[in-house]
């Protein structure tokens, strides 16, 4: 049944100082509400547990994307939209703006923010495994200071993140190091849009002669959080492209992920598809 909204609170800061001062004098009580792509079905379900938020949409100190020699950062406010329009992310950061453009329909896409996508911490999210796989930083604020931390790591459980009540993520970082590199994304699921994905892999990796270097695997929906595959990449770095390797990296995936059966899938189909995307992408680089 529908929420009743007089029961909720919303406040619109006027700056992010104001923002954090809520939040810390408050702690628990208020949590951000950014595009409420996420939190308006919970509304809409009557499943909206929290009841006070702080209207963050508005907070300029939380939207942009910059670009300097070495990195590219994006406000937490950054949305799917501002993702597929930016030519340094069409150019060198290609999965990101495909999961972006994979990413609901339009409205959505006008609407929804990566720093959204991230704290509501779906393992079936789309953005993350591009995240992942570009060696994402993310930066997180408080009224004690600032803190930046590599993504991988932010998610510790189903849900669950480091991030206190009081804090808010701010920017997201990436390094400009991909060039050369080639990039495969695929989200695989019911449909061709509008679906919840069963399985969705972003990977890249660059080649010194016939040997592959600089791999990096990241899967969504294979576990109870986004992973970055490591011991597959160890399986496949310095290796040639041969159908020994990609034997040997599939089989090591096997063992890394953690697919579960639920509404959307089965733990078998996701384990085969993920060895048939590892494989295709294997292909892929081999072509
Ligand atoms: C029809 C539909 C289709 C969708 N399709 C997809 C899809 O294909 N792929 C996909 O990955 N997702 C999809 N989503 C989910 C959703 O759109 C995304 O997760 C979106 O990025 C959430 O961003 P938001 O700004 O709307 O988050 P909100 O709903 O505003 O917030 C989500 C959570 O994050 C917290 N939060 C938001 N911003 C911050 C911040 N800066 N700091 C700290 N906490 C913060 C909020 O408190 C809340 O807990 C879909 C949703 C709908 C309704």
């Given at each position: 049944m529908r929420a009743f909204v007089p029961n909720y609170e919303i406040t619109t800061p006027s700056s992010l100082a104001d923002a954090l001062a809520l939040l810390n004098r408050e702690r628990g009580v208020w949590k951000p509400f950014a595009g409420g792509t996420d939190l308006m079905v919970l509304l809409e379900a009557g499943k909206l547990p929290h009841r006070n938020y702080v209207n963050i949409w508005g907070l300029k100190e939380l939207r942009g994307i910059e670009a300097n020699d070495t990195h590219i950062t994006l406000g937490a406010l950054t949305t799917y939209t501002d993702v597929q329009s930016h030519p340094i992310l069409q150019s060198e950061f290609p999965m990101l703006c495909h999961a972006a453009s994979e990413t609901g329909g339009l409205a959505i896409q006008n609407r929804g923010t990566l720093?959204?996508?991230i704290v509501n911490a779906s393992p079936a999210a789309d953005s993350p495994p591009a995240l992942l796989a570009y060696d994402a930083e993310i930066e997180i604020v408080s009224t004690d200071g600032s803190r930046r931390q590599p993504y991988q790591?932010?998610?510790?459980?189903y849900k669950?993140?480091?991030?206190?009540?009081?804090?808010?993520?701010t920017r997201i970082r990436m390094p400009r190091n991909t060039r050369n590199a080639t990039h495969y994304y695929r989200k695989v699921g019911t449909r061709k849009a509008q679906a919840i994905s069963k399985v969705c892999l972003a990977a890249l990796a660059k080649l010194e002669g016939d040997q592959i270097s600089d791999v990096r695997i990241a899967f969504g929906s294979v576990a109870p959080i986004v992973v970055r595959c490591v011991q597959t990449e160890n399986a496949l770095r310095a290796q040639k492209l041969d159908d020994e390797t990609i034997k040997s990296a599939c089989a090591t995936l096997s063992k890394e992920i953690s697919p579960i059966d639920d509404i959307r899938s089965t733990a078998d189909y996701r384990l085969r598809v993920a060895k048939n995307l590892l494989t295709d992408f294997f292909l892929t680089l081999r072509a």
């Open positions: 720093g959204g996508n790591g932010f998610h510790t459980g669950q993140m480091l991030l206190a009540p009081n804090e808010l993520l």
